[in-house]
């Protein structure tokens, strides 16, 4: 599935726990590549700790670390397109790197708690990967910018408007859905996903139930269970009927209401940070070139561009929150990033129904040479947006 998620608690006792960046580009080395203070340094490029992956292997280079700022190279000696995320125990993603291409290299910046993580290489993006332990051990020394207190904040709130958002959205939906009412439900079902789409980092690390909420049917392994909206998705596009599968409706807002209570939590699992916000806003930009300008998030009832805006919103409100800092730190960064998200916004803006309602036109009439224009403006944003971490940890 995809992409640093959840929310924290806005204290100096949780900043300690984990942060983590990913920055750099599929070529040279990134921004912060060298310099880790923490245990860095283990047959990496400036300083960064190797990890190799192949089609069948995911080499780290060093498996004990100080907690503190840890430097990865990642690069991909396989044949196959690769990722690499790293987990927490009960598989709560901490954070990961699609699309990593053959003969590619990324840096991952991470600054981790004490605990045992691991490391997983995903060769062809597909399974749970080949993993490595590695163990943290130590305590971390973090100063806490007020400025970055408030970003977790609103952060926060954000994202609990963003769930209510969905779950009032995919009530309406689900109401029409079990009704029988097709029409309608078409109408609803694209609108009940923007708030999940916006915050879509968040929910992901939340264990299996981002799987469960959102999973395509290309996606699914061998013997797991299909729920979520897309199952709904198909039944209201592809077969026209949504008899029997009612009960997978009750299912949706089951699921929705399990991550309001996670979001809500007093103390959140894994904690969110400053840095783990922004490489959220980097995967929400992952999810825009994987599955929506491809088209293949949206397989049947062809509504990507709603999910594409939500997603690019997602990122911009981390950007924005984050904003002040990265002026101060990196002000030519904030430069490209303002021009990167306008020209995003500007490309989507030709596909809007403008009938009042948020809606754009079905993705199956975008053409190719528009695609690819649209795909052009994601990758420009993308590029900037992938060093926006390290500048708010540097």
């Known amino acids: 599935m995809r992409l640093v998620r959840a929310l924290a608690c806005v204290s100096a006792a949780v900043l300690p726990m ?15 590549a060298g310099g880790a203070s923490g245990s860095g340094g283990a047959g990496g490029t400036g300083g960064a700790v190797a990890i190799k992956a192949s089609d069948d292997t995911c080499e780290v280079a060093k498996k004990e670390f100080t907690a503190g700022t840890i430097d990865f190279r990642v690069t991909n000696a396989g044949g196959k397109v690769t990722e690499v995320y790293v987990y927490a125990p009960g598989d709560k993603i901490i954070t990961e790197r699609e699309n990593i291409e053959p ?30 332990d590695i163990v943290v051990s130590g305590q971390a020394d973090h100063a806490t910018d007020p400025r970055l207190s408030k970003a977790l904040a609103d952060y926060r709130a954000y994202a609990v408007q963003q769930t209510d958002d969905s779950i009032a959205g995919a009530r309406k939906f689900v109401a029409a859905f079990k009704k029988g009412d097709i029409a309608e439900a078409k109408r609803l079902y694209a609108p009940s ?28 392994e061998p013997g797991q269970k299909w729920t979520g909206w897309h199952r709904l998705e198909k039944a209201l596009w592809k077969t026209g009927s949504t008899k029997g599968e009612e009960r997978y409706a009750d299912q949706l807002m089951k699921d929705l209401g399990e991550l309001r209570t996670k979001v809500t939590a007093a103390q959140l699992d894994p904690p969110i940070t400053p840095a783990s916000m922004a490489n959220g806003a980097k995967e929400l930009l992952d999810e825009v070139a994987t599955g929506k ?65 948020g809606g754009y ?18 990758n420009a944003l993308g590029e900037p947006l992938s060093r926006l971490a390290a500048a708010v940890v540097r």
């Not at 984990?18 to 912060?32: E, K, P, R």
Request: hydrophobic fraction near 40%; charge should be negative.
């Open 103 to 132: 003969g590619g290299s990324v840096t991952l910046t991470v600054q981790l708690g004490a605990g045992n993580y691991q490391i997983a290489c995903k060769p062809g993006m597909v399974g749970h990967g080949i993993r490595q």
């Open 361 to 378: 036109v079905s993705y199956d009439t975008v053409r190719k040479a528009q695609r690819k224009e649209l795909s052009d403006g994601v």
């Open 18 to 32: 984990t942060v983590l960046a990913a920055c750099g580009d599929d070529g040279g080395d990134a921004a912060g």
């Open 293 to 357: 300008v491809t088209g293949e998030e949206e397989a049947f009832s062809h509504t990507d561009l709603v999910d594409f805006k939500a997603n690019v919103d997602g990122a911009r409100k981390v950007y924005e929150l984050l904003k002040a800092v990265v002026v101060e730190k990196d002000a030519k960064l904030a430069k490209e990033l303002d021009g990167a998200f306008n020209g995003v916004d500007a490309l989507l803006w030709w596909y809007e129904k403008r009938d009042g309602l």
């Open 193 to 220: 996903r923007v708030g999940w789409e916006r915050i879509e980092p968040v929910a992901e690390s939340f264990g299996d139930l981002d799987p469960r909420v959102d999973a395509r049917e290309a996606d699914l």
